[in-house]
């Protein structure tokens, strides 16, 4: 083959109107070089400034408080703070022990309370069809619930469970909280549930399983993660809820657990209100050890929420290779 | 457990029931559908397959013609479905699947069916194959019970290393004959098959397409194909389904039922001349 004849025998003649048919006239492609100085580069360059600068700005509350909590309340963090009631004004000693155990038993109490309900109403919502009014009001008040002004939870435990009960105490403090973790658990769950794949409950319901046995053996399994997830940011909203507490469980500066006695009909110590309680304080003693308490309220959190990810990576990791 | 026949013994339906009088001892299930509702939206009518006992039985047509439909009747699938109604009768043990007592999830265990899209749960290989087991509460060996389903199910040289590894990290093909492996663990009578090749590679059809003519040594097998050298090469009865338009509708019918030998080299109606000779598909 010679150079000639992979020439085109007959050129293709440009129409006419070539320029201004053309849509792109007066872009210049010339150049493949990246340019500044072309508005379309520069507006894309602009765009990813903007977007970093924003994403720093967000940053910026997070990390400081973070910060400033290592920085003020690490100081004040001592085995005595895990271990001592809290002190009496101008005691230069104590430490809050009796309001982590409290928020633990207070969450965890909640925990009990909201969890089997959100799981079993998520079930019923995920389950039903599109048209059931029960289960469309049934999620319209879980979503208005979850803007809900943490102090009216108060407020209503302290109707529902102080009144009745005639006392400040931990139980009514884990009602309050319940009410808050509540519709975080039954949304998150009736998503997960939603998203397991519809062939899998064909293969199971073809496989002769019954309504019972599809959800315990294939839906809820396979939605461990989603509902985990949802249990957790539970979890961590209700630990850090303050407002709700004041109503319920109230103080305390004495140990929940006393000589093998529970006493869950006690006002209960919390950490969110005893940082409320320190934190205005005219005792330096009293305001280092809120800021020591509010770190280890955060740690709690980031522990929770770490203990969730981790297991719902392993439900998942079991998942793909066993 | 209570089974079929505690629900009414078949000697007593049989006498009872004069349509069972004569009936075929050849033939697992006899399936015939008057009319089938989805919604107002009549899918089938009059369709009349008896599937015969350790046979394969393969359902072909165009599309929506309602072939899975007429499966999904024979174990009560489209039970699912709302507003799905059904009129006719499938016989199955000398009664009707369709009866006032029957429970459908009943019927399900012990008709078992593997879809068009692989559907391994999000488990374990091990734990895919026991889930029949552990919903019948198994009390023999589950070990060796599910080494057995996944012999049988041609895979068990490929994933006896990995029995603890999720059931979807395995292959497309590999995973639709774990579905297998599951639909047969618990010993149906009967297996239907709904496409089960339809989204794998020619290699894993083949050795789907194999394994069903082992199992139908041990099981009755129905199968829905929209392959049709697929239904020439398994199938030992073939039904022919086709749509019906006339009053405006998608209605499907069978046209033509009998020996695949028969169907596919002397088709007695025209329809089914023309779909096999491919003049539609």
Redesign the interface.
């Known amino acids: 083959m010679t150079q000639e004849e992979v020439k085109p025998t007959t050129a293709i003649q440009p129409h006419p109107d070539a320029e201004e048919l053309n849509p792109f006239r007066g872009v210049d492609f010339s150049k493949l070089e990246r340019s500044l100085r072309r508005p379309r580069t520069l507006l894309s360059v602009l765009f990813s400034g903007i977007i970093t600068v924003m994403t720093l700005l967000a940053m910026i509350p997070l990390f400081s408080v973070v910060g400033l909590l290592l920085w003020r309340g690490g100081r004040k963090l001592s085995i005595a703070a895990f271990t001592q009631l809290p002190p009496a004004p101008l005691d230069l000693n104590g430490g809050f022990g009796n309001a982590i155990l409290g928020t633990l038993v207070i969450v965890g109490m909640a925990t009990l309370i909201s969890v089997p309900i959100g799981i079993f109403s998520a079930i019923f919502l995920a389950q039903s069809?599109s048209d059931n009014r029960l289960a469309s009001s049934v999620r319209f008040a879980a979503k208005v619930l979850t803007g809900f002004p943490s102090i009216l939870a108060g407020v209503f435990a302290y109707g529902l469970v102080v009144t009745a009960t005639g006392g400040y105490s931990a139980i009514a403090g884990a009602v309050a909280l319940s009410i808050l973790m509540l519709p975080t658990i039954l949304l998150t769950a009736e998503d997960a549930i939603r998203m397991v794949?519809s062939?899998?409950k064909?293969?199971?319901?073809?496989?002769?399983?019954?309504d019972a046995?599809t959800v315990w053996?294939?839906l809820l399994?396979?939605a461990v993660p989603g509902i985990l997830t949802g249990v957790m940011l539970a979890i961590a909203r209700g630990a850090g809820e303050t407002a709700p507490l004041l109503f319920t469980s109230l103080f305390s500066n004495y140990w929940l657990i006393w000589h093998g006695h529970v006493k869950l009909m006690q006002p209960t110590a919390s950490l969110a209100v005893l940082i409320y309680n320190f934190a205005g304080m005219p005792y330096a003693n009293q305001e280092e050890m809120a800021w020591a308490a509010a770190l280890v309220l955060v740690l709690m959190v980031l522990a929770a929420n770490l203990i969730g990810q981790i297991l719902s990576r392993k439900q998942v990791d079991?998942?793909?290779?066993? | 457990m209570p089974t079929l026949e505690d629900v009414k013994p078949e000697s007593a339906i049989a006498a009872s029931n004069p349509r069972n009088g004569n009936a075929d001892p050849a033939v697992a299930m006899d399936c015939t559908i008057k009319e089938a509702f989805y919604g107002s939206v009549k899918a089938v009518r009059d369709t009349k397959i008896p599937l015969q006992k350790n046979a394969i039985t393969a359902f072909i047509g165009p599309s929506g013609c309602g072939k899975s439909t007429v499966l999904r009747c024979l174990?009560r699938?489209n039970d699912?479905i709302?507003g799905f109604r059904f009129e006719g009768s499938v016989q199955f043990r000398g009664q009707d699947i369709y009866g006032a007592k029957v429970d459908p999830?009943?019927?399900?265990?012990?008709i078992?069916?593997v879809?068009q899209?692989p559907?391994?749960?999000?488990?374990?290989?091990y734990n895919n194959v026991a889930?029949?087991l552990?919903?019948?509460a198994f009390k023999g060996d589950s070990h060796a019970t599910v080494e057995k389903a996944l012999k049988s199910a041609a895979l068990w040289d490929e994933v006896k290393d990995?029995l603890?590894?999720?059931g979807?990290?395995l292959s497309g093909g590999q995973q639709q004959r774990l579905?297998i492996a599951?639909?047969i663990a618990?010993e149906p009578e009967v297996l239907l098959l709904d496409e089960p090749c339809s989204a794998l590679d020619p290699v894993a059809t083949r050795q789907i397409e194999d394994l069903m003519k082992e199992l139908k040594k041990r099981f009755t097998i129905a199968i829905v194909t929209h392959n049709l050298a697929q239904a020439k090469r398994v199938a030992d009865k073939t039904g022919f389904l086709y749509v019906d338009t006339s009053d405006g509708a998608r209605t499907g019918y069978l046209v033509e039922f009998g020996d695949s030998d028969q169907i596919f080299n002397q088709p007695k109606e025209k329809e089914t001349q023309q779909y096999i000779n491919g003049d539609f598909s």
């Open positions: 069809k794949p062939k899998m064909e293969a199971a319901i073809g496989m002769g399983a019954t046995q053996m294939v399994p396979t079991s998942n793909k290779q066993g | 174990n699938m699912l709302r999830v009943m019927v399900r265990r012990y078992g069916i879809f899209q559907n391994p749960f999000a488990t374990s290989v889930f029949g552990r919903l019948n990995k603890n590894s999720s979807l990290s579905c599951r639909a618990t």
